[in-house]
């Protein structure tokens, strides 16, 4: 360490300001960042000095980093402003192609950088503004979420907690007391009243059918190829999980993890927030087969007792050749009314799930859609609510 005098106090001004200029990068790439954790890395900074690299990564990763989400964040920006190297370019990325970093967290790091190329005209940039135009919207809606700036990004949010409609109802085979009597005349009840009055059935007592809540299940793949989704897709998740009780939300990288208690909380931030913390394999591996056979013997019988639907949303990029996927999905698919797959690769035109995973989960599925706009999550609200009066 150098003594104090006027060199130092330079030097340590100079650190200074750089480390409150890298707080402030990671804060406007999303990251929560307080006072207290930048003095926290000063401390760290200058408990294990500047002579080594390594240290003064893990000094202000163990301080800065919360979350597992933000790794790639941290990485990327330490990256560009501390060794020098420049960002990448994040144009549209190919769907097998091999990245050091997911573009997500690229781009947000390049935007907080202002170094960005403009992926879109001018014209074409999305306002966050409560009010959003018509074309404006439709815009935002044709726009892969992959691409979409952090701008844009906040505005889909927003956007998808109105998309959702509510669930509909499955006819059981109960019957109720109803004036309209559309299923017919309830004799049971008839012959109760008449009791009253000598036994002549004076008014006739009509019934209808009962109905029940249709149980939606979500299984949503968070692993490293689906990064540039998976925060999307909670959100949609938290919107479907606010229309009724009967929605139960999983996520799974290399394990299956119930955020349905966390995405039940009424601000979407929080919810989200809160289902990430709960999760220890965020952006790592994928073991498809492995997670649904933890929810075949620990969950379906519990939560699918109704057959509920089921709505898979993975890219079938299996890490794990020692479980049966295409057995496990079978299984699913006989528990549940209707099986749903989702899949962001299915956007292009020349796309054939031919790798393992993706060609077991294929023959087992009612209907594959693609989840990479805003538009195809309005697409697949719209089937959920319609799947029940269509199925019955």
Request: hydrophobic share 40%.
């Amino acid at each position: 360490m150098v003594g104090p005098g006027p060199a130092s106090g330079r030097r340590g001004g100079h650190i200074a300001a750089n480390l409150l200029a890298f707080i402030r990068v990671l804060r406007r790439a999303g990251m929560t960042l307080g006072p207290a954790d930048g003095i926290a890395a000063a401390t760290a900074l200058r408990t294990v000095g500047l002579r080594r690299r390594d240290d003064v990564y893990w000094a202000l990763r163990t301080t800065l980093v919360r979350r597992s989400a933000d790794i790639d964040v941290f990485d990327d920006a330490f990256r560009a402003l501390w060794q020098g190297i420049a960002l990448e370019p994040v144009g549209q990325s190919k769907p097998f192609g091999k990245r050091r970093r997911p573009a997500p967290a690229q781009r947000r790091i390049a935007e907080a950088l202002g170094t960005l190329p403009p992926a879109r005209s001018s014209e074409e940039k999305i306002s966050t503004g409560s009010a959003l135009g018509a074309s404006r919207r439709e815009r935002l809606g044709s726009i892969d979420i992959a691409d979409m700036s952090v701008d844009e990004m906040r505005a889909a949010q927003d956007a998808v907690q109105k998309l959702v409609r509510p669930l509909g109802a499955i006819p059981t085979r109960r019957y109720r007391a109803a004036p309209s009597g559309r299923d017919g005349i309830d004799f049971r009840g008839t012959l109760r009243l008449a009791a009253r009055t000598g036994g002549v059935p004076l008014r006739l007592q009509l019934r209808q059918r009962r109905a029940r809540p249709v149980s939606v299940v979500v299984l949503c793949d968070i692993s490293g190829s689906m990064a540039a989704y998976t925060r999307m897709l909670l959100h949609f998740m938290h919107a479907l999980s606010q229309t009724r009780r009967r929605v139960f939300c999983f996520v799974f990288g290399t394990r299956l993890t119930d955020v349905t208690r966390a995405l039940r909380l009424g601000d979407p931030d929080r919810a989200v927030q809160r289902a990430v913390e709960q999760v220890h394999d965020w952006s790592g591996g994928t073991r498809i087969g492995a997670a649904l056979r933890s929810f075949n013997r620990h969950w379906s019988r519990r939560i699918l007792t109704d057959g509920g639907m089921v709505v898979l949303v993975t890219d079938g990029l299996e890490r794990d050749p020692g479980v049966d996927v295409g057995a496990e999905t079978a299984r699913l698919r006989r528990s549940c009314r209707r099986l749903v797959w989702l899949n962001p690769l299915l956007r292009y035109a020349s796309f054939q799930p031919r790798a393992g995973g993706m060609a077991a989960i294929a023959p087992h599925v009612d209907e594959a859609r693609t989840v990479h706009t805003l538009d195809s999550l309005r697409a697949l609200a719209e089937s959920l609510a319609d799947a029940p009066a269509r199925q019955a």
